[in-house]
């Protein structure tokens, strides 16, 4: 039996699983392309990570460590790219998309975090959602922040209340699970409702 049919580590913050101690969902094939032995490099690019992810929630089975790892990396990776460095002291608004191997425990977090001075507050908010996340077994799968400002909570109200009308208006759109919880939507719907609405009331600037 092949290594990728037992045994297999899931990798969610601190924890390791065995697919053996999981339900036993339909053992379908991967596609033969994706079976060689390059797709088991630990250090694998963010982009075939992503692919083989979608491979293995497709057929049911947990993805190797090391993809997880690779698409998380990636992730927090994305989050400095669109924010600078996540240390830096100012108020954040993030969207955070999770995936799970359900789809419809698949969603989009919308969220806001405040640095001041060296508290990491930021990373912290980030890294507890991820551990949130464990219960749906779902990954931190793509993400954005803004660049610090003075404050986003206004921002973060807006943001939250243009999507629950989206939700509201047509439930084939997206749906509001909770106050900051919403499925359906997609990840990069969601941050250009979140860039749309950094400006309009004049309530988050860039911080000094």
């Known amino acids: 039996m092949r290594e990728e049919d037992f045994h297999i580590e899931q990798y969610f913050g601190d924890d390791v699983e065995f697919i053996t101690d999981a339900p036993l969902w339909a053992r379908q094939a991967l596609p033969e392309k994706r079976r060689n032995m390059k797709h088991k490099d630990r250090y694998m690019d963010p982009l075939t990570a992503k692919v083989r992810l979608l491979d293995y929630f497709a057929v049911g089975r947990l993805p190797p460590a090391y ?11 994305d989050l400095e790219d669109a ?5 830096a002291a100012g108020d954040r608004l993030y969207v955070l998309h999770f995936l799970s191997m359900c789809s419809k425990l698949s969603y989009i977090k919308v969220g806001q975090a405040e640095n001041k001075g060296t508290t990491r507050q930021v990373r912290k908010r980030v890294s507890a959602h991820e551990g949130e996340a464990k219960i749906a077994q779902a ?8 660049r610090p400002c003075t404050s986003a909570v ?20 997206g749906d509001q699970v909770k106050a900051e919880y919403f499925r359906g939507i997609r990840f990069h719907d969601a941050v250009r409702v979140a860039q749309w609405h ?4 004049g ?3 860039p911080s000094p």
């Not at 993809?67 to 990776?77: D, E, F, I, L």
Request: no cysteine; charged share 25%.
């Open 203 to 205: 309530t988050a600037h």
């Open 67 to 77: 993809v997880v790892a690779a698409v998380r990396r990636q992730s927090w990776k």
């Open 139 to 146: 990954v931190l799968f793509d993400a954005w922040i803004s």
């Open 198 to 201: 950094e400006h309009p009331g």
């Open 83 to 87: 924010g600078g460095s996540l240390d």
């Open 154 to 173: 206004r921002w973060e109200e807006r943001v939250k209340a243009h999507l629950h009308a989206v939700a509201a208006a047509d439930m084939d759109l």
